[in-house]
């Protein structure tokens, strides 16, 4: 009975608060509501205002699409001061001309602070069918006061302008929210810089992180693949004082938007109502050569991760191609033309509307700083002319819509010159001490013994039991191993410099990795990685040898490992066949097996955070070792999950959880696992990933073919005669259960181990993490969901079902 009765209260509550209504309008004397859940609707009911809950604490007022059933936020009025309960109002103060938000004491919280001169007459608040809350004199409809569109959240949507002041610099842009439940401002922000040539740039804390660049005529020079967009137009001005950019649909109804993630870069969405769902339509721009001056100055980013100077520029001692001789011009000074570049940085470049390619060119030969040309617009044929001075910055080859660029090769650029043979023995010692001294601060002391006399010396860790004796190589020795750094010896190039082979007088072949000085391994990473490594011990493992230091040369001594890294196996279609099932299902054991020692078999737990098919390498038997320490942590015992603000790693391989929030954990390198798995059984990369039939990168693929029960259409097609088809449905399953979304639903290695072995049935797997569109759409947008949920909605719903 008493049950019942309070069940009817709840009912009467219900009702009574669903009773919300919707004004088209709010005027001085009708102010909007939170407590009786009022909205306002835009004319054409496309999007909604009003209050809106992140968690039951924080309340805000904000716009979003009223027809969309999950709910997405495009704007966000109090970011930085929520509201604590349901009793705020929105309001229009008519003596100030402003709009207000004041809370349950009648507090301003809020307001759109922009004291118009003009008399507000009479204003009244309108949402409009862009998107943009627009406060307006009541008579009309041009006069505005104040807009939305003027003070951008995260979200871009079409017809809004990003725009910046050429005088000033001063710009309005897309600034990224802090995490996904918390619209206050985050660290990054997308908007125009203004020097040089005007560039579209993402920076964080106003250091650049990625750079559309220039708009070239068609486009941005970095984001060619925006153009292609048939529903989309882009649209860029720039005059003596403004440049702006701005997007338009030509099909009014298609809903789209654009937005910058909190972990910094721009996702576009379009809204799809054949599933339900927002479709990422376009692949996420981050891969290694987006990341601005990746490669330091002078140097062409292509494919991914490698890098190289530019024509007359020999790498220097420390691996970067900064020029070693002076500009200087002279009698046979020409100009090379690439094709299918992204434009380098243009803030210091200079740049002219009239003239043309060969008077560019002439001129550019005339000034000795002048290092490179191209047009200015490449529309109709090209037209204008852009010069750089100097060091040439952030440029890259693209795979397709790229434009030409010409760089000047220096006649007078002789050899450069070789900086090892100026080695100092002074130089070593304080090297070496340097990084013993830092090494004694973490453990380490010295024992003083030497290899090869004069060659190497040894320390010892004697914070843990067992004893490392880990070689310090004097520079020379290695520097002679690998025939002086030549680019014969270099094996490849790696986020933190270049790896070559060596071969030590011994006749011992070693891999020399070398950390670049504009690389971000600094220090801390390199004796974070020496210590883990040193004293790591496992057949799946790669095996380090030594170190060597000399001022700011870090050096790290591998085992040679003759047959290279997997990707260069899997993803090439020649090198492919040789790996049959049986050496996959090896690779895969082996890989598991690494992991599985690392995580909970060595005295350490460690979590890699860097799997990927290229830090595996396979020994001469195909063995594979797993490699690259350098962004590993140690956990202690009891510690399960951790978080960095300083999300470093691989797109396509990183779990939602990490590159959103930054947490790691065991099951982040699970979730890697898992997508190295998936590609060595279908030999294609995660990102990258290209299906003529729908836009899912590979697990999204995967995933499709495991619920329409066909998932052994994933594999490879050089394999499938030969596999037990048996052994290949375990290892897909197991792949998509370590890619779930949820880090608490991936199996840990150990349990991977067994799945393996098929002594086990295997659980279903659950939708995995960033399946949606190329890249984290959904973990994007499913949290974005889950908290734009109503908290009245859920509070009514679970008390009325009586448990
Ligand atoms: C509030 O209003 C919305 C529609 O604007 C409605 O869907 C919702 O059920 C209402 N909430 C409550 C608790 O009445
Ligand atoms: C207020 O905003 C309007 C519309 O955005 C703008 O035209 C006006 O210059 C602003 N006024 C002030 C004082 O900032
Ligand atoms: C879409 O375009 C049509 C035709 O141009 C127009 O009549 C309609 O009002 C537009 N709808 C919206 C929501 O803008
Ligand atoms: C950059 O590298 C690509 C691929 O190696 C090459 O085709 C292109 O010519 C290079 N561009 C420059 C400017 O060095
Ligand atoms: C090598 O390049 C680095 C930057 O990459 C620079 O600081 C250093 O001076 C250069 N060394 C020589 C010998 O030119
Ligand atoms: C562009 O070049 C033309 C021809 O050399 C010159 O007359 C003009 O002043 C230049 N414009 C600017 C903005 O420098
Ligand atoms: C070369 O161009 C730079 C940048 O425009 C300028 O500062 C410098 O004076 C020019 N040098 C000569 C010799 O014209």
């Not at 376009?282 to 050569?289: A, G, N």
């Not at 010896?489 to 504009?518: H, P, W």
């Amino acid at each position: 009975m008493e049950n019942l009765r309070k069940l009817s209260v709840y009912f009467l509550l219900l009702c009574f608060t669903s009773m919300s209504s919707t004004l088209e309008i709010i005027t001085p004397s009708q102010p909007l509501r939170d407590g009786r859940n009022e909205t306002l609707i835009s004319e054409g009911r496309i999007f909604e205002a009003g209050f809106f809950a992140v968690d039951s604490k924080r309340r805000y007022v904000g716009i979003w699409y009223r027809n969309i059933p999950e709910k997405t936020v495009v704007w966000v009025a109090n970011r930085e001061k929520p509201l604590h309960d349901a009793s705020g109002v929105l309001q229009i103060d008519s003596d100030k001309g402003i709009l207000r938000i004041l809370d349950s004491k009648g507090i301003e919280t809020w307001s759109s602070n922009n004291a118009s001169k003009q008399l507000a007459d009479n204003p009244v608040l309108q949402l409009l069918d862009s998107g943009n809350l627009v406060l307006r004199h009541a008579k009309n409809m041009r006069s505005i006061l104040w807009q939305s569109f003027d003070y951008p959240g995260d979200t871009f949507l079409p017809g809004m302008k990003i725009r910046s002041s050429i005088k000033t610099g001063q710009y309005i842009g897309i600034t990224s929210w802090k995490s996904l439940q918390d619209p206050s401002p985050g660290k990054y922000s997308m908007h125009i810089d203004t020097k040089g040539l005007p560039q579209l740039v993402i920076t964080e804390e106003n250091r650049v992180v990625y750079r559309p660049g220039p708009w070239n005529g068609l486009g941005f020079t970095g984001t060619p693949e925006l153009r292609n967009i048939k529903f989309m137009k882009l649209l860029y001005g720039l005059s003596e004082d403004e440049v702006f950019y701005e997007y338009s649909i030509l099909d009014n109804s298609t809903l789209m938007r654009s937005r910058l993630v909190p972990a910094g870069f721009p996702l576009r969405f379009v809204w799809s109502a054949q599933t339900n769902r927002w479709d990422n339509i376009l692949p996420s721009p981050f891969d290694q050569c987006e990341t601005y001056d990746f490669c330091g100055p002078n140097a062409n980013c292509s494919s991914g991760r490698s890098c190289e100077c530019l024509t007359g520029i020999k790498p220097n001692s420390s691996g970067g191609c900064l020029r070693t001789t002076p500009l200087e011009c002279r009698e046979g000074d020409r100009f090379e033309k690439h094709q299918g570049m992204k434009l380098p940085d243009t803030s210091s470049s200079r740049y002219n509307k009239t003239i043309s390619l060969g008077e560019c060119e002439e001129l550019c030969l005339r000034n000795c700083s002048c290092t490179a040309y191209s047009n200015l617009d490449i529309s109709n044929g090209g037209s204008g002319c852009l010069h750089w001075f100097d060091n040439i910055v952030d440029l890259r080859q693209l795979a397709e819509g790229g434009q030409d660029f010409y760089v000047r090769v220096y006649a007078a650029s002789g050899p450069a010159k070789n900086g090892m043979d100026k080695r100092k023995l002074a130089g070593i010692a304080i090297g070496c001490a340097l990084l013993i001294t830092s090494m004694v601060i973490i453990g380490f002391t010295i024992k003083k013994k030497l290899m090869h006399p004069g060659k190497a010396i040894y320390w010892k860790d004697k914070s843990s039991q067992e004893d490392v004796d880990l070689p310090i190589f004097e520079f020379s020795t290695i520097s002679n191993a690998t025939n002086q750094f030549s680019e014969v010896n270099k094996l490849g190039q790696g986020g933190f410099g270049s790896v070559y082979k060596g071969i030590l007088v011994d006749g011992q072949e070693i891999a020399v990795k070398r950390l670049s000085k504009t690389s971000r391994q600094g220090m801390d990473e390199f004796k974070n990685e020496v210590l883990l490594i040193a004293k790591l011990q496992h057949r799946n493992l790669v095996k380090l040898l030594g170190c060597s230091i000399q001022n700011e040369e870090k050096l790290l001594i591998y085992e040679f490992m003759a047959n290279g890294s997997l990707d260069y196996f899997i993803f090439n279609s020649t090198k492919t066949k040789l790996l049959d099932w049986t050496k996959r299902l090896h690779i895969i054991d082996g890989i598991a097996r690494g992991l599985l020692y690392l995580h909970q078999d060595s005295r350490l737990r460690i979590i890699h955070r860097d799997l990927k098919t290229s830090n595996i390498l396979l020994d001469i038997d195909m063995n594979p070792k797993i490699s690259d320490f350098g962004l590993a942590r140690i956990f202690g015992g009891d510690q399960d999950e951790a978080n960095t603000n300083r999300v470093m790693g691989t797109y396509g391989y990183m779990p939602p959880e990490y590159a959103v929030h930054g947490y790691f954990s065991d099951k982040s390198d699970v979730f890697s696992f898992g997508v190295m798995v998936l590609e060595i059984i279908s030999g294609r990369k995660n990102r990258g990933f290209v299906d003529p039939h729908h836009r899912l990168n590979l697990l999204g693929h995967a995933w499709k073919l495991w619920v329409e029960k066909r998932p052994m259409d994933l594999t490879d097609e050089q394999l499938q005669d030969s596999v037990p088809s048996s052994e290949l449905l375990r290892c897909i399953q197991v792949g998509l259960l370590c890619v779930q979304q949820r880090p608490e639903d991936r199996p840990n290695m150990s349990t991977v181990v067994i799945m393996l072995k098929g002594e086990k049935s295997l659980p279903n797997p659950g939708e995995p993490g960033f399946y949606i569109g190329r890249d984290n759409q959904t973990l994007a947008d499913s949290i974005v969901r889950s908290s734009g949920e109503c908290s009245i909605n859920e509070a009514s719903n679970s008390t009325i079902l009586p448990r």
